[in-house]
Structures are given as structure tokens and as C-alpha cells.
């Protein structure tokens, strides 16, 4: 997404280059990275951040250095950067509300989370604790750790089950949508009302249920595309645009109704994944400044 963002801007005269490169999700590697990047004298650095705190001496390093640093889809704690992220808390609060008007407020749920310790994971999950302390009807039964993949929280989801009472929903935070599902298919009950996280398997599964049973459900998560809204809120503040220090992104929400479009050009493997253009980052820097809703993505895709 991010090469392919770059290329074009490049192509269009906006920048003279935006190389790429992959730290492994390694804290000690980024802050490698990042050193270097502050003695070429880059003007700009976007960081999907491997911790909140380990990068903050060199990110200060790169501030005082003049350079523009921005993180993206992750939180760091010094305070000079401009951070690109979702609502994450918003993203638990469209889980319960849909969940509890399909249960007419009333029934047992499961919810999987992410990463133990993670800042994300604790912001979708206090979303949804909240959201869910206003439908007094609604009862956790269990909490198991998916760490954002099927296969793990097939496992988990696996292990807790014999143990469980009937589900009625699942709340989830993204990618554990088509595991857990079929954790319940593999125990002989009932698909419970799952959330999905907009991958292509959890979408596809949905589709096939749905034309099979009439399943229905909600879809919503992040984009991988988020890097795009990274680059060009650097390249808006390097042009002179008023930026504020926090943009907020739109979290991809996929009803029903939009299914099969979303589907129709994802790749096997993918996720949903709007392309953002300069001027609907713009719109959302507008948004964040006017402290309006960010404009919700569209219903299309890029292939990944």
C-alpha cells in the first residue's frame, strides 16, 4: 500500500522518494532504522511502532532534528510526534450495539482479544466492556487471548467450549472471526453471531452462510491501507497544511448489504482495504481540526 502510494506521489512531482523498510516488528530495529534515517536527513519518518515507549529517545532525537515524525495505527508516548490512528474504543461500541440489537439486549457472549499487554487490545476491549455495561442483558461467559489470528483463536476458542453455556455472540477484535467460527463448527454447535474483522476468509465464510442459512452479521476493523493515510498526513504537513497532532482514521465498517462488493475484488489472503487519495486524507485532517466524524470509507477495494 505504502509503495504503491509513493510511487505515484513520486511520479506526480509531490516527493523525491518514500522508501519502505520492514524492522521485523522489532523495537531495537526500528530505533536502527530511525538513526539512520535522521543522518541521511530525511523530512519526514512514518512509524507502525513496535512499542509505545522504546522508540521515544530516538524519535526525540529525530524531532529536534527538524524531521517530521509520524505514527501510524500504534501509539507512542513522546509527545512531539502526530499520530494517525483509529478509535479503537468506537470499534468494541459497534460490536455491542449490533450484537445487542439482534439479541433484543438479552444473551451470553464470548469475547476473544487480542495481544495480552498490548495497548490496541486494551482499547477495543475496554470499548466493548463499556458498551456493554449499557444492555444490562448481555453476559460475558468467557474471555480468551486470539492474538489477532484464526489459527490461534480457533485453539483458544477450542479449548473453552466444552466448558461454556449455549453462545449467543462473539465479540472479537480483527482476524479471529474464521477461527473462532470454526472452533464451533468442529463442536458440533451452532454458529453464534461472530463479528468478523474484514479478512477475505472471514468474509467469504460469512457469504457462504449466509446464502446457505440466511447468516447474518457485521464486519469491522482497521485497513491495511492506514499507511496511505500515514504518508499523506506527512506530506500535507511538509506542504504547510494545518495538521493537528491526532488524526483520526475511519474504522472500515461492512454490513450486509455490502458484502458482496467488498468480496468481489479481494484477493485470497487479503483484507478490506480502501485506497486513500491526498484529498480524502485531507478531508480527515479537516475532520480531526472541525472535530467532526472522519468521512467513512467506501466500498471498494485494492488488491494486496
Known amino acids: 500500500n505504502w509503495q504503491e502510494i509513493a510511487a505515484q506521489a513520486q511520479k506526480d512531482g509531490l516527493i523525491r522518494e518514500a522508501p519502505a523498510v520492514s524492522a521485523n516488528n522489532s523495537a531495537s530495529e526500528q530505533a536502527a532504522h530511525i538513526q539512520e ?9 512514518v512509524i507502525l511502532a513496535a512499542s509505545d515507549t522504546a522508540l521515544n529517545g530516538v524519535i526525540r532525537d529525530a524531532c529536534n532534528a527538524g524531521i517530521v515524525v509520524v505514527v501510524m495505527a500504534s501509539l507512542v508516548t513522546e509527545r512531539c510526534v502526530y499520530t494517525v490512528d483509529y478509535n479503537w474504543s468506537a470499534m468494541g461500541r459497534v460490536e455491542v450495539d449490533y450484537i ?3 439479541l433484543k439486549g438479552k444473551g451470553t457472549l464470548l ?3 487480542g495481544i495480552a499487554g498490548d495497548a490496541t487490545d486494551q482499547n477495543i476491549s475496554d470499548g466493548i466492556r463499556k458498551a456493554a455495561s449499557d444492555y444490562p442483558g448481555l453476559k460475558f461467559a468467557k474471555t480468551v487471548y486470539g492474538n489477532w489470528t484464526a489459527s490461534v483463536a480457533r485453539k483458544e476458542v477450542a479449548l473453552v467450549l466444552p466448558s461454556l453455556p449455549s453462545i449467543d455472540a462473539v465479540a472479537t477484535q480483527g482476524g479471529d472471526g474464521y477461527g473462532a467460527a470454526m472452533a464451533f463448527k468442529a ?3 451452532p454458529l453464534p453471531i461472530i463479528v468478523m474483522g474484514n479478512r477475505q476468509d472471514e468474509l467469504a465464510l460469512w457469504k457462504q452462510e449466509r446464502d446457505a442459512n ?15 493515510v500515514g504518508f499523506w498526513v506527512a506530506q ?3 506542504a504547510g497544511k494545518q495538521v493537528p497532532k491526532f488524526v483520526e482514521v475511519p474504522l472500515v465498517r461492512i454490513d450486509g448489504k455490502d458484502l458482496d462488493t467488498w ?3 479481494m484477493p485470497v489472503g487479503g483484507a478490506a482495504n480502501p485506497p486513500y487519495s491526498q484529498a480524502s486524507v485531507a478531508a480527515m485532517i479537516d475532520a480531526a481540526i472541525n472535530k467532526t466524524a472522519p468521512p467513512a470509507p467506501l ?4 488488491k494486496q
Open 263 to 265: 468480496l468481489a475484488t
Open 111 to 113: 469475547e476473544i482479544r
Open 299 to 302: 466500498p471498494e477495494v485494492t
Open 187 to 189: 463442536a458440533g454447535r
Open 37 to 45: 534515517m535522521i543522518v541521511k536527513g530525511v523530512n519526514a519518518i
Open 214 to 228: 440466511g447468516y447474518e452479521t457485521v464486519s469491522v476493523s482497521a485497513s491495511p491501507s492506514v499507511s496511505q
Open 100 to 102: 445487542a440489537e439482534r
Open 236 to 238: 500535507q504537513i511538509l
